[in-house]
Each structure stands twice: as C-alpha cells, then as structure tokens.
C-alpha cells in the first residue's frame, strides 16, 4: 500500500454522492429561527388596584381585630374578617378587578397569618390551646 505523505486517510474527501446536499431554504420565510410568540395578559394586574384592595383589607382587618377584647374574640373575629376578605377578592376576581383582588387576598393571608402567630405563640408557653 502507497502511503501519501502530508495527510491521513480520513482526511480525504469523501466521494461525489457520499454526503447528502442540503436542501435549499424555503422561500418567503426571514432567514434564522421563527420568531418567539408573545404571551400577554388580557387584564393585567397593576399596583394601582393591588395597593387599593390592600389598603381596603388592612382597614377591613383592624376593625375586626379592633371588636376582639381578648385573644379568643381577636382570633375568631379575624378569621371571620379573612373567610369574608376572601369572598370578596373572589367575586372581584370574577366580576370586578384583578389586581384589587390580589391584593385583597394577600393582605387577608397576611392578617390571618399574623392572627396564627399570635394564637400559636399563646399555645406554645401557656400549654393551652387558646381558641376554646
């Protein structure tokens, strides 16, 4: 066998026919990837409405918290005050504006979970569940 000096066999080209040709692009479309589709809200939440129905609920809340005279009526009346906030965001949310929904539920999840605490910390020193 004749050895060519420069070169190693894979090195040669491959004979005519071996590789296939690419096909030619298509015609009428922007050369490179297809543009990346643009997903938008239909009613887009803005801080607007997000503050106000926070403001709303906060208010909403210490009126509520305010009727308690102990722990006891504190926690019953906030969980009274969350379970009415959240209808309200879910009939704004379906009738009405979206964004003052979410900030309804939010600060509502806040005002509970504050109330929790509270309730949760009573339960921890005291050994008795407060609630009852």
Do not use: C, K, N
């Not at 040669?12 to 296939?20: D, K, R």
């Not at 009727?67 to 005050?81: E, F, N, Q, V």
Request: aromatic share 10%; glycine share 14%.
């Amino acid at each position: 066998m004749a050895e060519q000096h420069g070169s190693w066999p894979g090195a040669a080209q491959p004979p005519v026919g071996w590789l296939p040709g690419r096909p030619p692009p298509p015609r009428g479309l922007p050369p490179g990837p297809p543009p990346r589709p643009v997903y938008r809200e239909p009613h887009p939440v803005g801080a607007g409405p997000l503050l106000a129905g926070a403001g709303a609920t906060l208010v909403w809340f210490t009126l509520f918290g305010s009727l308690g005279r102990d722990l006891l009526s504190y926690a019953w009346w906030t969980i009274a005050a969350a379970i009415s906030a959240w209808a309200v965001a879910v009939v704004l949310a379906v009738l009405g504006d979206r964004g003052a929904a979410t900030g309804v539920a939010l600060t509502g999840a806040v005002g509970l979970s504050i109330a929790a605490g509270v309730v949760a910390v009573r339960w921890i020193t005291t050994s008795d569940w407060p609630l009852w």
